[in-house]
């Protein structure tokens, strides 16, 4: 079965209509593309193996258009569920309670890791829905436009792959399914997502369609450490707390929203990504269950002393400037 038709039948079988990439629009889009560029050439009688104008009115007045919409709206959409979906099953205290009176999570952890595979399943499939619309473009016009088109997408932050959340729902899906087996009870369990360790070093992996393996380096790049207390900033690349807040010139006390718009992610150089920073709970219970089987109680215990202590130091030393401010010393 062809993936265009494999798609449209993923989407038309979703309960909610959900965004989604328009397959046989675009696909139509390039089909009178390639056939007015086709005439203009038998018209000169001249064999052309060139990339597309770079002024090509078919391309930059509906295709690039159309597919950027509709990936923001598949983006906007999968950030929105999950960001909610997490918020239920981290909820504590009495909103805990009152989520639970309401029946939003239908008393059912299985109910939860169906809700996790789907949304999962929706980012990837749309990213590889993506990918072979753009190759496809890439084909008809000789070029690698599509391919610069994707770049522009990740620094927009509208490429799906790129969203945090993601990370969030493959981290909170392991947790979740450990958790009931642990308990003795078996779950629908989606086996798609995992925690891998390659020489030491942990990475966070899932694969779909064979096409699609998604690997994320969960070591962090500053300090060179597995990543404590993890954030990932709006460019997508994960760091530990306290790491983000030294690149981003700001004391733990203050925190990253405090960071100026100037600061620039350590990895990428890109300015303004500390403000809509997401901090990665499901990731971090993950780690703290799981990093070293033989070790991992010392391990974390040594790096929440070692945070706690750079926590203390910190707030010591910015409660001290501000009493000196205030006394005028």
């Avoid at 599509?146 to 509208?158: D, L, W």
């Avoid at 690997?215 to 450490?225: A, N, Q, V």
Wanted: with cysteine; charged share 25%.
């Amino acid at each position: 079965m062809k993936f265009c038709k494999k798609y449209q039948e993923y989407m038309q079988g979703q309960e909610k209509k959900l965004p989604g990439v328009g397959f046989k629009k675009l696909k139509k889009i390039l089909k009178n593309c390639r056939r007015e560029f086709q005439s203009k050439n038998d018209v000169h009688d001249v064999l052309h193996n060139q990339t597309c104008p770079q002024h090509c009115p078919v391309c930059d007045g509906t295709f690039f258009p159309s597919l950027l919409k509709e990936m923001s709206d598949i983006v906007g959409c999968f950030n929105e569920r999950a960001q909610k979906l997490l918020e239920l099953h981290l909820a504590s205290g009495f909103r805990k309670y009152f989520i639970w009176f309401k029946g939003k999570l239908q008393g059912s952890h299985v109910a939860l890791i169906q809700e996790g595979k789907d949304l999962v399943n929706y980012a990837l499939i749309n990213a590889v829905a993506i990918r072979k619309i753009l190759k496809k473009y890439d084909k008809v016009h000789f070029s690698k436009q599509g391919q610069a088109f994707k770049s522009q997408a990740q620094s927009m932050h509208i490429e799906i792959l790129q969203s945090p959340w993601l990370c969030e729902l493959m981290a909170f899906h392991i947790n979740l399914r450990e958790t009931k087996v642990k308990s003795g009870m078996t779950p629908a369990s989606f086996e798609g997502c995992y925690l891998t360790f390659n020489d030491g070093k942990p990475f966070l992996s899932c694969e779909l369609f064979d096409s699609v393996k998604l690997d994320i380096d969960l070591t962090c790049s500053i300090c060179l450490d597995t990543v404590f207390d993890p954030v990932s900033l709006t460019c997508g690349h994960i760091f530990c707390y306290m790491c983000a807040c030294s690149a981003a010139s700001v004391s733990i006390v203050n925190g990253l929203k405090a960071a100026e718009p100037k600061e620039k992610c350590p990895l990428c150089r890109e300015a303004g990504v500390y403000e809509g920073f997401v901090h990665l709970d499901e990731l971090s219970i993950l780690l703290r269950r799981r990093y070293d089987p033989n070790s991992c109680s010392e391990y974390w215990e040594q790096r929440l002393q070692m945070e706690r202590a750079e926590r203390v130091r910190q707030a010591k030393e910015h409660w001290e400037s501000q009493c000196q401010a205030f006394v005028g010393i």
